[in-house]
């Protein structure tokens, strides 16, 4: 029988390392305005994790008018110039509570991390906020064939820190990073309450100030029986 050893730890970001809930969901106002749809804090929070491209073509159906590939791609820029503007205020103080404790803690134990967000700023918002050091590898989004809800993401990680999946624990708060690491041999976190389907996984926990290294230690052993 292989008994699983945790050796590296997955997160996503927004939602789950920092607190940038409010600020996606803005820069999904301003393209909503433009198109003149509604659209709704809890249509970003089904959204969250999905390509920026994806997203556009969901808002763009709701129009029920046609639009070039063209002007989808404006609005795709748009969208990311948005954020990057709202972003521009970013610091320590977004960052999640427990969230630099539990690092350091990975970091003593010597558990690799890597970081697989769907989002192509990530390496920016991390650094910003001071945590850019912690983590081994930080996947490139635009490098994958996929996107969240397929697992490419989580499992490029891995290979790229060099641990089996069944060895990877893996964080995430939203549905289609959630479903992604289901479909793994990955030990699963569950974040908050944004989506019901955090809570199937291996360990769910209402905020980030619950996370341990102790206790995620003996949930994923306890996994091995």
Same mark, same amino acid.
């Given at each position: ?17 920092v607190?940038?809930?409010?600020i996606?969901?803005s ?45 989808k @791609?404006? /609005? ?7 954020? #990057? %503007?709202?972003?521009? +205020?970013?610091?320590? *103080?977004? !960052? ?7 690092? @350091?803690e /990975? ?7 890597? #970081? %697989?967000?769907?989002? +192509?700023?990530?390496? *920016?918002? !991390?650094?910003?906020?001071?945590l ?11 490098t994958?064939?996929k ?28 549905e ?23 809570k199937?996984s ?16 003996r ?7």
């Amino acid at each position: 029988m292989y008994i699983k050893k945790l050796q590296a730890v997955i997160f996503d970001m927004d939602g789950v390392i920092v607190d940038t809930d409010q600020i996606y969901h803005s820069t999904n106002q301003v393209i909503a305005e433009e198109l003149s749809i509604p659209f709704t804090y809890n249509d970003s929070e089904k959204v969250k994790g999905i390509p920026r491209m994806e997203i556009i073509e969901l808002m763009v159906k709701r129009t029920g008018k046609h639009f070039s590939l063209e002007e989808k @791609e404006r /609005l795709a820029a748009k969208k990311n110039t948005t954020f #990057l %503007a709202f972003i521009d +205020s970013l610091d320590e *103080t977004f !960052i999640l509570p427990g969230i630099v404790p539990f690092l @350091e803690e /990975l970091k003593k134990n010597q558990i690799k991390m890597g #970081l %697989a967000s769907s989002s +192509s700023n990530q390496k *920016t918002v !991390i650094q910003k906020v001071g945590l850019g050091h912690y983590f081994d590898v930080m996947v490139d989004p635009k490098t994958l064939l996929k996107g969240k809800p397929d697992p490419e993401i989580f499992l490029t990680a891995a290979d790229s820190l060099g641990v089996p999946y069944r060895n990877c624990a893996a964080l995430e708060d939203g549905e289609a990073g959630m479903t992604a690491i289901l479909s793994t041999d990955m030990f699963s976190v569950g974040i908050g309450n944004g989506c019901s389907l955090v809570k199937q996984s291996n360990w769910h926990v209402e905020n980030t100030n619950e996370l341990t290294y102790d206790e995620l230690k003996r949930r994923f052993n306890s996994s091995n029986s």
